[in-house]
């Protein structure tokens, strides 16, 4: 299985997948890290992507999934998702892929960015991000105001991983 953690930049989707992945014992990818250079040099610059400017990104994670299927190797990948062409694209359709979408009040997650350190996103493309965001019909949904640990047991649970 390979879930997939997603939502807006500052949804918590590295602590929580982070966490999920250690206690499951299986593989984290961080989706950040697979975004060309160019993409971070322009979310630096506080310049919304294109979906153009994804498509090289969405390739990597697509790959990634595949060769993790392949080899039957579970994980979780940390990838914000926001369009339901995106998740197509990553295996939406796969019967390997869960997705669990971070959901929280815009607010709530602002606060957070802004009191994180050493991102590339700057909290003034949230709200980018939350326009571009078409939320799941399918997936489980986790309300990013409770504890980490809280939301862990509840992604557990919702996918019989417990």
């Not at 975004?35 to 979310?43: A, D, G, I, L």
């Not at 105001?145 to 019989?160: G, W």
Request: glycine letters at 6%; aromatic letters at 6%; a positive charge.
């Amino acid at each position: 299985m390979i879930i997939i953690v997603m939502g807006v930049s500052g949804s918590g989707k590295t602590t929580i997948g982070t966490l999920l992945a250690k206690e499951l014992g299986w593989s984290f990818y961080e989706g950040d890290e697979l975004h060309p250079r160019s993409n971070v040099e322009k979310m630096k610059q506080g310049i919304p992507l294109t979906d153009k400017d994804r498509e090289p990104w969405l390739d990597k994670i697509q790959k990634l999934i595949e060769a993790l299927t392949r080899r039957h190797k579970p994980a979780v990948i940390a990838c914000s998702a926001l369009k339901e062409s995106y998740r197509k694209k990553i295996g939406a359709d796969s019967q390997e892929v869960r997705f669990v979408y971070l959901k929280g009040d815009a607010a709530l997650i602002a606060s957070r960015m802004r009191r994180r350190q050493g991102h590339f996103m700057p909290p003034d493309l949230l709200a980018n991000q939350f326009t571009t965001l078409e939320e799941p019909e399918v997936a489980v949904f986790v309300d990013v105001s409770r504890r980490p640990q809280e939301i862990v047991n509840r992604i557990k649970k919702s996918l019989f991983l417990n």
